[in-house]
């Protein structure tokens, strides 16, 4: 009998050769509807094709059995997607209670659809978790009509997809019970077992209406064993309708003995709902006037004169306050300008230094070629983005990328050219009120919980460096201090008693510090803070950072001592203390692809490491993915095994379309224990600098003259 994996690697090895043996163009295939796993596909089966890229998905399914199944799902990448599931099966557990189950998946297209050939994907479904879904997939689908709207697919499958329609047994024996515990990867059970066939059709009606009649390998096996569910035919018949931009309703009629409803949500980065945004117009760039126009202005001479200085930095002053720039300090010479500039208004740092530019050429007599641009944050130089005059005269209406071939970025340590004045006095307060939306997710009573209140954040900077902080949240609606979760931890309780911090006083005093930022070095960056750091800790914390202004690479080291706040008195501690501290490496892989691996002590005392992943868009979206291993057995740890999850970071700007350097960030946690928790703490510092480096100036250098 032909092995299974022989065949499978056979078959994609004849599929590279027909794509090498053709001049075609291929092409992607790409889809924004979701099966009922919460996967591009057709009902319960997969298809090869991918979302469009970058498209986060969201779905909420009542599918067959009376299973309930949430899916948050991302395109990392045009050829790879990965899915996080969180399900409810009822009465699936051996003593007739409900299964909560949370599931991982990956996909990946290992072959672009041409003119002759499909698309062709591999899959790994619950491949980190109870294994209640676990199965895998090699699927191929092929488009065909003048607007591509038929797509036919076909594919084998193991696991979920092989208890139906079977072509072929391997000889292992595939686990079908599944782990208690769940969170572990089955990498032991991956393409075992037998093979099942799978396959159907949709056809793209309009651009609203789509039809599918799926044949499935599904064989719903432990649910009728069970008695839960009984399957009368493999075909699903299914249909999905767009509602709104974004939004789809489908319903199927599944296996000839039941239906199934889903409500499906799309979001991408690269598409906000407020169009290019409605940022006020620049100012244009103005030419300096021949030097028989002014001869004084062209001779340098003017620096002489200390009112016409002083009416220079006023104008230059005031036009940048009105972009929502402050200009701190500036320095200034016949021939070269400095300022350091703390930009309140613009999320990429790019933007700020083209409009910072252009009142440049609009205010400054006409000697000063050079333009040094500081960003500082708390007073503290991030950067130094140094131009020439002559050439943001020259290349205003030319490609971005001939600008950014021309400036320069260095540490922003250099010395200045001349003595600096500063022009923004200290101390210095700025506050704020703003609205702001938590949400609580997998919850096994109800999946998604919200709240929405009110936020102050109020800052008291009172010298170059030095900050003190209170941030207070007044909740005025939801539910999510009534999650239904039980602190039972084995190790110390450290943050699964969340709830009993957010049932609390009210209003929440989140943050209470003082903080001190330094650059001890040329590439290096420091941060000192105290007080009250986050809703559940009080303490120390210190921070150092290396990141050389060019350098992909950072390297960082964080101590902590902290102390577990009360829920019940604002200002007083419970007796648990613990240090708490990790050493950082960080990579910038371009692209908007960054890595991160974090090692050390969490809060409950144990060792190990945190690796995450990321993907930051030009616009200010961040998605990414983490996992934290400890020393902490998975026993100890409870249901999930160890901590993960996926970090989401929208920007008010891509929702409003009005500019803002605010970002709304949540982290999808499968559930909270106690085994890698990791102090939350404000102001740490790559996220700071990486900003303004010379890779982000370049990746974000789009928005330099918008």
Known sequence: MTHPRRTARAFLLASCAGLAATAATPQELTSSVYNFYGVPGLVDMPTAEMAPDAELGLSFNLSAADQRRTTVSFQLAPWLSGSFRYSRLPDFQPDGSDLFDRSFDLRARLLREGDWWPAVAIGLQDFIGTGAYSGEYLVAT?????KRQFRLTGGVGWGRFGTASVIARDTATRETDFIDTGGTANVDQLFTGPIGAFGGITWQVNDKLRFTAEYSSDGYATEEERGIFERESPWNFGVDYEISKGVRLSAASLYGTDVGVQLSFTFNPNDPPAGPGLDQAPLPVKSRPAPSADQLGWSGEWIEDSDRVARVRSRVTEALDAEGITLEAVAVTPTVIELRIDNRRWAAEAQAVGRTARILSATLPPSIETFRIVPVEDGVPLSAITLKRSDVERLEFEATSQMLDRLVVTGGTEGSPAELVTIEPYPRFRWGISPYFNLGFFDPETPVRAEVGLNLEADLQMAPGFLASIDIEQPIAG???????????EIPVVRSDYVDYIEGSSPRLERLTLAHYARPGEDYFSRVTAGYLELMYAGVSGELLWKPV??????????????K??????????????????VSAYYDFGNGYYGQVDAGQYLAGDLGATFTFQRAFDNGWRVGAYATFTDVPF?????????????ISVPVAWLTGQPSRRNNTTTLRPLTRDGGARLRVNGRLYDRVRDTDAQQIDARGGRFWK
Not at 142 to 146: H, I, L, M, P, V
Not at 550 to 563: D, K, M, Q
């Open 142 to 146: 092929k488009s065909f009509g003048a």
């Open 479 to 489: 539910n999510l201090d009534e999650l239904a979760f039980e602190a039972n931890s």
């Open 550 to 563: 060019t350098s992909r690479i950072a390297l960082g080291a964080e101590l902590n001592f902290v102390a």
């Open 565 to 582: 706040r009360d829920p019940d008195d604002v200002f007083a501690l419970e007796d648990y203390e613990v240090f708490t501290g990790h």
């Open 635 to 647: 026993e100890d740890f409870g249901e999930g095994s160890f901590d993960k999850g996926i970090q």
